[in-house]
């Protein structure tokens, strides 16, 4: 069973950064994709970026430009930078990692972007 942790959340002002950390409990090395994902007030669990085992990244148009993912498969861990952070931004963002059927949660980290 891998255990994911989120670490980096925090309130920012609008237009400043914050850089989210998912640490494994397990190594990710053969994680067929680590990812983040969003879930604001009211609204659903949302797909922020994601990062195959080859490298490959996918984002949300919404974010595009203004985040990156990385992951670092040495440290077991991925991370997710966020630039130019907009009130849109406020939500709990929850690391993910996959492997073929198998899918598994952090519990979040709350991230609030005050105007």
């Known amino acids: 069973q891998v255990q994911l942790v989120e670490s980096g959340g925090g309130l920012v002002q609008a237009g400043g950064s914050l850089r989210l950390s998912c640490a494994s409990s397990?190594?990710?090395?053969?994680?067929?994709?680590m990812g983040w994902y969003r879930q604001a007030p009211g609204k659903e669990r949302e797909l922020v970026a994601a990062?195959?085992?080859?490298?490959?990244?996918n984002y949300a148009d919404s974010v595009k430009g203004r985040f990156t993912i990385s992951r670092d498969n040495a440290k077991n861990t991925v991370a997710l930078q966020m630039n130019s952070l907009e009130p849109e931004d406020t939500a709990v963002y929850y690391c993910?990692?996959?492997?073929?059927?198998?899918?598994?949660w952090g519990r979040g980290t709350q991230v609030t972007v005050a105007s």
């Open positions: 993910n990692a996959r492997y073929w059927s198998r899918t598994y």
């Open positions: 990062v195959t085992r080859g490298g490959s990244t």
């Open positions: 397990g190594s990710i090395d053969s994680m067929n994709s």
